[in-house]
């Protein structure tokens, strides 16, 4: 974990405008910054950014957040990696803490084999593009596959000498550890000597979604029987093949964009299709997709186009894992590339613009796609048919997500069709699948968990809308005070006390409907009792717990800034406050035409400070609000057939209960009908 202190100091540097403006272009207006959402496609505006605050929301597609998020939502980095960029971008030294000596090790570990893996890379991508001999055998092939240097120096590809320890003796030169660089896969040992591992072969740099290299595949380019066309790094603390997808780190953005992500099976599908312009695009290194590879795409999208070679072999390793893509809700769509030909020769003979409408046009559904291909080869056979029947129907009860139940009747419609068998049997051998798989997990799982108890609902039937708004929606004047007190909670309410202090001693006996307010005032009550010192908004926007930080980043969130010209005293919202208006400017207007300098500091309205006064009016709003509501309980309560001394007890209530409301409404000036 990062220290507290390595945090405080990346909190207190961070500068959002810094930070987003990298990402947007940011034009000012008015006391925020405007700019087009990254998140979304629009043209006109509507990405703000309040310097002040430390926030940034967009009203088009409705994301919010602080620097850190942004940086999460944007580069898909988890919290830690947002620090170290954060840290790394300002030059802050992260220290880190450990639960044990056996976590200390393993990231140090990790860090170490990052460094010797970029150092290999830098060495590789020099060797192909310096050396005679990569010049000669590296670049050459890699022109021979239609690849321009732009494109090689992207992906920063390279080449490793056929020397059989040229790689191994300048690492060791460099002092690199000879127990880490044999972790990393770059060398082997033989009779004591490192020998490098893939001498002779062309080079792709394998990057996680940060841009860090955590392997690398190497293809061999003399045809030998005993070697294998690729090697790959073997699993360590950085690289688990079942979390890698190639080329996600360059495709990330243009996935997001385009909403889609295209699979394909190798690392030249991937660069040539990149090439073309085609960048939404990763591989799989022709492995069964795994759960871990499909979250990795849904971080981006839940579209996933597979882009396979149009034989047995590439039809077989289209169909596998795609079950698991169904269980992470994903819209799996199938295109199988013809003629023999896979994505990189494809996209080469017929271009760029070919090759994409090519996609569109033959996208076919996984499922539908299965039943098709696997009806052709089952003939009349009532066994084979069975056994499809089967297997569409288990594929099928994966989608069993409750935002995915019309997804989930279309497929059985039209399944059912398909293969010419009654509907209404397919959707029970689905809902059987659904029960097994829910029995085994219950059977899995430790002990028996108690069925939550359903409190009865209340009886809201007599209530017309007007006045359920009002008994039961408190949520408005609960989050009007929830930002008072983010905003001004730690400023003065007098010589002796805080604003949130004063706040808390008015509202104290108050019950908060809300319980995202709720667990805000508790978090400020805490805060003030053991660290006022910390109490303020970037606390709360920056805060570890994400819910928390969400729900104050949307409080302090609105478009509308209010004109400092506007009093409160002078807000014209009844005749009266009008007419008070009205002879307030004429005065001040009298005044300016004397000169009457005096008399002019009565009326300086800009430099007025507020803060008290909005302070009150959010506390007294949210009693009015609640007596309101006890009111109209109470009224409810006298409607029923009562005891005498029962009716007057209801009746004192209600009397002391309308003189509170009364009491307030003067203090706002507010308009009550008796």
Known sequence: MISQNTIQEILSRIDILDVVGEFVKLKKRGANYLGVCPFHNEKTPSFTVSPSKEIYKCFGCGKSGNTISFIMEHEKYSYVETLKWLANRYGIEVEETFASAEQREQYQTA????????????????????????????????????????????????????????????????????????????VIERNGTLLDNYRGRVIFPVHNHS?????????????????????????????????????????????????????????????????????????????????????????YTNNLTIIYDGDAAGIKAALRGLDLALEESLNVKLVLIPDKEDPDSYVNKVGAGAFTEFIKKNKKDFILFQLESSLNDIGDDPVKKSELVNKIAESI?????????????????????????????????????????????????????????????????????????????DQLQEKELARILLEYGNRKWDENSLIAQHVFDEIDELELEDPEVNTLVASIKQLLRNHPEQLNDKYFIYNEDKKLSAFAVSLLNHPYEESERWAADFSPNTGYQRDLFKQSFEAFARVISKGNETDLNKYKLISEDRTNQKVESAIQYLKLKKIRRMLLQNQNDMSGTLSEHKFKELHFIHKSLKDMEREITNLLGTVILH
């Open 111 to 186: 860090d170490s084999l990052f460094i010797i893996n970029n150092f290999a890379e830098q060495y590789f991508s020099q060797t192909l593009m310096e050396s005679e001999e990569g010049r000669a055998i590296g670049l050459s092939y890699f022109k021979e596959r239609g690849f321009r240097e732009a494109i090689i120096k992207k992906f920063r590809l390279g080449y490793a000498p056929a020397d059989r320890s040229a790689f191994a003796r300048e690492a060791l030169a460099k002092q690199y550890n000879k127990e880490l660089l044999l972790k990393t896969g770059l």
């Open 211 to 299: 841009g860090k290299v955590m392997g690398f595949g190497a293809r061999i380019l003399k045809t030998t029987e005993k070697a294998p066309k690729y090697i790959n790094t073997p699993e360590n603390e950085i690289y688990v093949k079942s979390k890698i997808l190639y080329g996600s780190y360059f495709a990330r953005t243009a996935i997001e964009k385009a909403d889609e992500c295209l699979l394909v099976e190798g690392y030249t599908d991937v660069v040539s299709l990149h090439q073309a312009g085609i960048e939404n695009v990763v591989a799989s290194g022709g492995t069964s997709l795994t759960v871990d590879q499909l979250r990795l795409i849904k971080k």
């Open 397 to 473: 009860s994966r989608i069993n997500k409750a935002e995915d139940f019309t997804k989930q009747q279309d497929y059985i419609k039209e399944s059912a069709a398909i293969l010419q068998i009654d509907e209404a049997g397919l959707h029970a051998l689905v809902n059987k699948y659904i029960r097994d798989k829910v029995t085994a997990m219950e059977r899995k799982a430790a002990g028996n968990a108690q069925k939550e108890q359903q409190l009865p609902e209340a009886a809201l039937s007599n209530y017309d809308d007007a006045t359920f708004d009002l008994l039961f929606k």
